[in-house]
């Protein structure tokens, strides 16, 4: 992910292995990391059973939130993909009936946005 991306908020993939060393005990027995991203401070992670947001907080980070938000209470979603000069794509997600979507997050160019669309479709429709 590159600099100017990360200071405008988008989100570049993270390696499997780095994700599962970081993040290993937040998951069941059972769990299995499928893809995450990185923003500046905070992540997000797709697991086969649920999804997992981790925002820092406070100047330090060392405040941390972790929000984990079942593949079956996501009601909708949609992915924008970037056009030709457009820096990034947007992945929206609505939880339970709400109106406006739960969670927006930016990606850059480099994330193929197709993959979190298949990690979603596979796990929201099961």
């Known amino acids: 992910m590159g600099l ?4 405008i908020g988008n989100a570049g993939a993270v390696d499997l292995q780095q ?5 290993g005990r937040l998951l069941t027995d059972t769990e299995e990391i499928q893809m995450g991203f990185k923003l500046i401070r905070d992540t997000f992670l797709f697991t086969d059973k ?5 925002d820092k907080q406070g100047l330090t980070g060392s405040k941390v939130e972790y929000k984990s938000i079942t593949y079956k209470s ?3 979603f949609s992915i924008e993909t970037a056009g030709t000069f457009e820096l990034d794509a947007e992945l929206k997600i609505w939880v339970s009936s ?4 739960s969670i927006v997050k ?3 160019k480099g994330v193929n946005v197709y993959d979190v669309h298949k990690v979603l479709a596979t796990y929201v429709l099961w």
């Open 4 to 7: 100017f991306s990360a200071l």
């Open 106 to 108: 930016q990606f850059s």
């Open 19 to 23: 994700l599962k060393h970081d993040y």
């Open 50 to 54: 649920r999804l997992i947001l981790i």
């Open 98 to 101: 709400e109106q406006q979507p």
């Open 74 to 76: 996501i009601s909708r």
